[in-house]
């Protein structure tokens, strides 16, 4: 077995936060299609789908590090978005406490010398760098357009995506 009983508990504790942001996501990305915002509602339609991606991506550590996978129970994801401020303040704080939960994970590896999980790790550093970037993107254009003008925000996203590279799916 090449994890140790204390990483896989993080780690499977890690699977269960991502599923979560998964469905958080996808409850924003609803609250966005129902206030008529398309791109809103699927950029957050995607960040759902990348959490999930990103869970598959434990699984499959896990699984090749010869550990056991166990997903654990979640909460429910709040449906009391509120407003496009709101959303986007609630999806940066969470990014910022997933990058302190990824820190944590990689703490552990460094802690028990496995360069094997640094290695898998390091991955996900590089993508809370992005991750943490872009909702702080999207929550200040929100901000500086306001509730009543995010047609523009609808634009910023449009154009943001279109300029994206293509992520990686390898789980
Ligand atoms: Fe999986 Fe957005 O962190």
């Not at 789908?49 to 994801?77: N, S, W």
């Not at 996900?124 to 929100?142: P, R, Y």
Request: no cysteine; aromatic share 8%; net charge negative.
């Amino acid at each position: 077995m090449l994890i140790s009983k204390k990483l896989n508990d993080a780690m499977n504790a890690q699977i269960g936060d991502e599923l979560m942001a998964s469905n958080q996501y996808l409850n924003i990305a609803a609250y966005f299609d129902s206030e008529t915002l398309p791109e809103l509602a699927a950029f957050f339609f995607r960040q759902s789908d990348e959490e999930r991606m990103h869970a598959l991506k434990f699984v499959r550590y896990i699984l090749d590090a010869g550990g056991t996978v166990a997903v654990p129970a979640m909460e429910a994801p709040t449906t009391e978005i509120g407003s496009a401020e709101a959303a986007a303040q609630m999806a940066l704080d969470w990014e910022i406490e997933v990058t302190n939960k990824i820190n944590a994970l990689m703490d552990i590896a460094v802690e028990e010398k496995d360069y094997i999980a640094q290695e898998f790790l390091h991955w996900f550093v590089n993508e809370q760098l992005e991750e943490v970037s872009s909702m702080d993107g999207l929550l200040s254009v929100i901000r500086r357009a306001g509730e009543k003008q995010l047609l523009m925000v609808e634009n910023y996203v449009s154009r943001q995506a279109a300029a994206a590279p293509e992520e990686d799916e390898e789980a």
